[in-house]
């Protein structure tokens, strides 16, 4: 069992061809807004307002700034894996291409326990005990 082992582009494309399980049904102003929804909710509406009202004071701004440029380098990332794997997926598929099975399984895994810990923080932070 090889756990580096990877599939190149086209064998990656040519699966994604002949698997017909899962249909489209979002558009890119779905996906856009679905995003948009999602940082708007958790980041500023719940976890901006706690922080800087104990904490940060009048750096709130230079924070907003930081966070800005850090989330404009993660879309470049981002396009860059799109550009590379032209097919549906996501950091995922660019690992299972370019790193192994391993390393895109760790991936997959850390994308998951990331997701719960956000959903976490935002039902810890909505709602106080």
């Not at 396009?79 to 549906?88: D, G, I, K, N, Q």
């Not at 997701?115 to 923080?121: D, T, V």
Request: net charge positive; proline share 2%; with cysteine.
């Amino acid at each position: 069992m090889n756990l580096l082992r990877r599939k190149s582009v086209t064998q990656l494309q040519a699966d994604a061809l002949t698997d017909q399980r899962l249909k489209r049904a979002l558009g890119a102003t779905n996906l856009t807004a679905l995003g948009i929804g999602a940082i708007i909710g958790t980041g500023i509406f719940v976890l901006t307002g706690t922080v800087a009202a104990q904490n940060a004071g009048p750096a709130v701004i230079l924070s907003f700034v930081l966070a800005g440029v850090a989330s404009i380098f993660a879309a470049l990332c981002y396009s860059e894996f799109a550009s590379l794997v032209p097919m549906a997926g996501s950091a995922y598929t660019y690992g299972y291409a370019t790193l192994g099975e391993l390393f895109a399984w760790i991936i997959g895994w850390y994308r998951l326990v990331r997701l719960r810990c956000l959903i976490s923080a935002r039902h810890r932070y909505s709602h106080p005990a």
